[in-house]
T-cell receptor
Framework: GAGVSQSPSNKVTEKGKDVELRCDPI?????LYWYRQSLGQGLEFLIY????????KSGLPSDRFSAERTGGSVSTLTIQRTQQEDSAVYLC?????????????FGQGTRLTVV | KQEVTQIPAALSVPEGENLVLNCSFT??????LQWFRQDPGKGLTSLLL?????REQTSGRLNASLDKSSGRSTLYIAASQPGDSATYLC????????FGPGTRLSVLP
C-alpha cells in the first residue's frame, strides 16, 4: 500500500480482556517495528521483525504481550489480560533494510484505552 | 546500550524566529539519524534522514546536521510558522531505531 496502515485506530477494552492490534507495512519493506507511546512519554520499543530472522522481542514488557508476522507482511500485536497501564498509543513502522538508507515510516497508531 | 537525549524538552517562540533543536546520542556506531515530527494524537512523519557518512540534509526551511563522532545532531528551522508547532523527535538507527524523548515546539502567531 501507499503507507503503513494500522487498525483499529481506537480501541476501548475492559480490564482483563485480550486485544489484537494489526499493522500492514509498506509493500516490499522487510523490517517491521512496534513501539508504544504512553501519554506524555517517548517511544518505547517493543518488538522488531526482519525478514525471516527470529524477531527481537527484547522490548516486550511482559509475557502478556506477543506479536507475530505472517508471510513476512502483516503483523499482529496481541495483549492478553489487559491492564490499565497498557493504555497507550501503539505505533507500527516499517522500513527497507539497506542500513544507511534505512528510513522508518510510521502508521497513525492505535490508541488503546483499558477501562 | 544506545541512549538518545533531546534539548530543550519544550520551546515556545514567536512566529518568524529561527530556532535550533538538539539531539545527542551515546553510541556513534549508527547507520543514520532521522528527524520526525509528531502532531498531537497522530503518528510520526519523517522530516529528514541523514546517513552516517553525511554531514547535513536540507528540506525547505529545515536543515539537519550530523556530527557522528561527537554524537550530536541539530535540526534548524528557519522563519518558524505556527504550523510548525508539534513535537520533534530524533531517532538513531543501528540495529534498531532508538528515539529521543522529543522537543515540544510552540510557535506563537
Amino acid at each position: 500500500g501507499a503507507g503503513v496502515s494500522q487498525s483499529p485506530s481506537n480501541k476501548v477494552t475492559e480490564k482483563g480482556k485480550d486485544v489484537e492490534l494489526r499493522c500492514d507495512p509498506i509493500s516490499g519493506h522487510t523490517a517491521l517495528y512496534w513501539y508504544r507511546q504512553s501519554l506524555g512519554q517517548g517511544l518505547e520499543f517493543l518488538i522488531y521483525f526482519q525478514g525471516n530472522s527470529a524477531p527481537d522481542k527484547s522490548g516486550l514488557p511482559s509475557d502478556r504481550f506477543s506479536a507475530e508476522r505472517t508471510g513476512g507482511s502483516v503483523s499482529t500485536l496481541t495483549i492478553q489480560r489487559t491492564q490499565q497501564e497498557d493504555s497507550a498509543v501503539y505505533l507500527c513502522a516499517s522500513s527497507t533494510q539497506s542500513t544507511a538508507n534505512t528510513e522508518a515510516f510510521f502508521g497513525q497508531g492505535t490508541r488503546l484505552t483499558v477501562v | 546500550k544506545q541512549e538518545v537525549t533531546q534539548i530543550p524538552a519544550a520551546l515556545s517562540v514567536p512566529e518568524g524566529e529561527n530556532l535550533v533543536l538538539n539531539c545527542s546520542f551515546t553510541d556513534s556506531a549508527i547507520y543514520n539519524l532521522q528527524w520526525f515530527r509528531q502532531d498531537p494524537g497522530k503518528g510520526l512523519t519523517s522530516l529528514l534522514l541523514i546517513q552516517s557518512s553525511q554531514r547535513e540534509q536540507t528540506s525547505g526551511r529545515l536543515n539537519a546536521s550530523l556530527d557522528k563522532s561527537s554524537g550530536r545532531s541539530t535540526l534548524y528551522i528557519a522563519a518558524s510558522q505556527p504550523g510548525d508547532s508539534a513535537t520533534y523527535l530524533c531517532a538513531v538507527y543501528g540495529q534498531n531505531f532508538v528515539f529521543g524523548p522529543g522537543t515540544r515546539l510552540s510557535v506563537l502567531p
